[in-house]
């Protein structure tokens, strides 16, 4: 479903935008997001970075001392940037390491001097996980210990002041630790380190899914104002990620295409085509329809792209290469998730009578079956790739979570029972596991609000034991739709990031 009543003004004027050309971006090169590498301290070793510009990955060697007391000893890749950030990075020590206290680590540091006052998440060799800061140059270094060990995912979030490490076991939620009150200057030096605690030999890190990401600023206008977006794809078994584009505003929603070639989104209104060998964009015809959102859904086999568009919106369908679009759900809104696996019907949510539920409806026209009646809102329903059920998310129960039902709305079961609100179920194409995305706890259970930390996680599909393969700034428009490669070893998604 898309933003409330109230905004779907505001939406549409933002709509109306042209399909403006996407800029070239193709995998970073240098440093990546980074500037410069440099040695900081006494080192007794001259240290370095590689950066992989296919893999994306960083491998950073170094030397030093410490990372304590009074100043620091280590390898520093970084760029200098003001305002508030969030930098991430999954984490890997290579070789068995000669010193247990080696270190890895995301920094913000006030300068590049061996006292500079910063703030570091810290994974040690030995497994410690520790938030350390000095306030002052030349002052003391302070630390607040994880009560994990072990995390190789860590983010490092600057809001102002105050400054919050996220460390992770890949695959588990974020354990977190926040100090306030540190005074660093707008402007700081920010990247990745390595500190080997032996001056007399060198360690190297493997550090991959570094993001270096300026959030929405706290006074954004929901749907008026967006900031841009990266054309992701992610090894869910994995975790390993690559960028595919980058956009300055919003690009949202990828479909993945049955032949393997393509990835379908939605930006500016338009409905746009991603040739993943040649990283060339072309636009889809929609014909007088150019208010397309981002509940869009491509037939199984491929020959229809299925689109919700309009003030209110409405459901059509058009060829997978553009076309005339025929329209399907006359009532309205309607917001299109998912087809059956023959073709024959479309299923998608409605607001009929002040309760949005799902409902399905001959993909040729003609009366609209519903499948839900619980209070609250049911959204974001998909077939199984067999047909014979249904995978959703429902708040019938005080948060957002997910169910499935049977393909004609029978026995509905509830599949996930946490914390989160959990949103947008896309079974794989085998159909044994589902990939969705998890808002905190904090986040109201009827609402999937952009500029958000999200995790994308997934499941057996009969239930069980979610698990996290991404840890993403973004929400509404990263994950709305099935992105699932056709082998299903790939999925494709959307984060974000203003420009620095």
Known sequence: MRPPIALRTLLAAAMLTLFAPLANASAPSGLGPFDTSCDVGDVGSPGKAAYDATSQAFTVTASGTNMWFDRDAFHFVHRRVSGDLILQALTEFVGQGVDAHRKVGLIIRKDLTPGSPHVNACRHGDGLMSLQFRRLSGGPTEELRLPIQGADMLQLERRGSTFRMSAARFGDTFTEAEVNEIDLGDEVYVGLYVCSHNNAVSETALLRNVRLIRPASSDYRPYRDYIGSWLEILDPSTGHRRILHHVHDSLQAPNWTVDGKALIFNRNGRIGRYELATATISPIDTGAQLENNNDHALSFDGRWLGISSGQPSRVYVIPIEGGVPRL?????????????????????????????????????????????????????????????????????????????????????????????????????????????????????????????????????????????????????????????????????????????
Not at 471 to 497: C, E, M, R, T
């Open 328 to 500: 399907v759900t006359p009532l309205a809104p309607s917001y299109l998730h998912g087809w059956s696996p023959d073709s024959k019907f479309l299923i998608y949510t409605a607001d009929r009578g002040g309760n949005y539920d799902i409902y399905r409806i001959p993909a040729g026209g003609g009366e609209e079956e519903r499948l839900t009646s619980a209070a609250g809102l049911d959204d974001g329903s998909e077939y199984s790739p067999d047909g014979t059920r249904i995978y959703f998310n429902s708040e019938r129960t005080g948060k957002m979570q997910l169910w499935s039902m049977a393909a004609d709305g029978s026995d509905q079961r509830q599949l996930t029972n946490d914390e989160f609100q959990n949103w947008f179920p896309h079974p794989s194409p085998d159909g044994k596991k589902l990939l969705f995305l998890s808002y905190r706890p904090e986040v109201p259970s009827g609402d999937h609000p952009f500029y958000k930390h999200v995790y994308l996680r997934a499941m057996p599909a009969d239930g069980g034991s979610p698990r996290v393969v991404a840890y993403v700034y973004g929400g509404q428009g990263s994950i709305n739709v099935n992105s699932w490669s056709p082998d299903g070893k790939l999925a494709a998604f959307v984060s974000n990031s203003s420009d620095f």
